[in-house]
């Protein structure tokens, strides 16, 4: 079965967006992933189509209501687990996207306004992502990338799996940095070793350096890399 994306949202027309052209959008194409959107403001009942209102115990900003959203996640159907885009979420990993990639899609609340009742998202057991530790206006773009790191995981996404091998956060480490011609630009060469012709020192040379990177870049991945040992 095709892995396909629900997004639920107040902004259906931001999809697919940057993710219709390049590699994603002719895998959207071939069909090697679906986009399914709803409009959350379809679901509600009342002649001005009110998704949010203000807060229980005041404070600035506004709150989609629950009864909204749960009738816009009763129509999202049931392919693939319902994630909350949110700022308060667990981060999203790597791994992470390589687990949902691998199941039959996600369901993608995508949040507006200070954000959604909190009833609608325990009820419906939504799983709360973070893309990042800052706050974005809205969850659409969270889904975006979210979508983004999960299709080109996909079987027949990308041409050449060594790519996705060799990549950033595989086996614990960031990747190596990257040359191509010209051999010589504003006076720099390329690292010598790269010209060799010699694989195992350029293999060798990559781990290196993937290793120096993580190891200043990412003390935290350093620490979980050395501790596996
Ligand atoms: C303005 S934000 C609400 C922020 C919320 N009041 C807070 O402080 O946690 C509106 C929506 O953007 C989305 N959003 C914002 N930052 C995000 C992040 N780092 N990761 C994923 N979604 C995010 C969420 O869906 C959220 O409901």
Same mark, same amino acid.
């Given at each position: 079965m095709t892995w396909q994306a629900t997004v639920l949202t107040i902004f259906p027309e931001m999809f697919p967006g940057p993710l219709g052209i390049s590699l994603s959008g002719k895998a959207l194409e071939k069909e090697i992933w679906k986009l399914k959107t709803l409009d959350i403001r379809d679901f509600t009942s009342d002649k001005h189509q009110s998704v949010d209102d203000a807060p229980f115990g005041g404070g600035a900003g506004m709150v989609m209501r629950s009864d909204v959203v749960d009738?816009?996640?009763?129509?999202?159907?049931?392919?693939?687990?319902? /994630?909350?885009?949110?700022?308060r979420g667990i981060p999203l990993t790597q791994s992470k996207a390589k687990s949902l990639a691998e199941g039959p899609g996600v369901r993608l609340l995508s949040g507006r306004y200070e954000g959604i009742d909190q009833r609608v998202l325990d009820t419906r057991k939504a799983e709360e992502i973070s893309v990042g530790d800052y706050v974005?206006?809205?969850?659409?773009?969270?889904?975006?990338?979210? /979508?983004?790191?999960?299709?080109?995981?996909?079987?027949?996404?990308?041409?050449?799996?060594?790519?996705?091998?060799?990549?950033?956060?595989?086996?614990?480490?960031?990747?190596?940095?990257?040359?191509?011609?010209? !051999?010589?630009?504003?006076? /720099?060469?390329?690292?010598?070793?790269?010209?060799?012709?010699?694989?195992?020192? /350029?293999?060798?040379? !990559?781990?290196?350096?993937?290793k120096a990177t993580t190891r200043e870049r990412r003390p935290d991945m350093w620490a979980e890399f050395a501790r596996r040992g």
């Open positions: 009738a816009a996640v009763e129509a999202s159907g049931d392919v693939g687990p319902l /994630i909350y885009l949110s700022p974005l206006s809205g969850g659409e773009l969270g889904a975006m990338v979210l /979508i983004d790191a999960c299709i080109r995981l996909l079987p027949g996404f990308m041409g050449q799996s060594e790519s996705l091998i060799e990549e950033s956060f595989e086996g614990g480490l960031l990747e190596y940095p990257h040359y191509t011609r010209p !051999r010589v630009w504003n006076g /720099i060469e390329v690292p010598a070793v790269l010209t060799s012709g010699d694989h195992s020192r /350029i293999a060798a040379w !990559r781990r290196e350096q993937a």
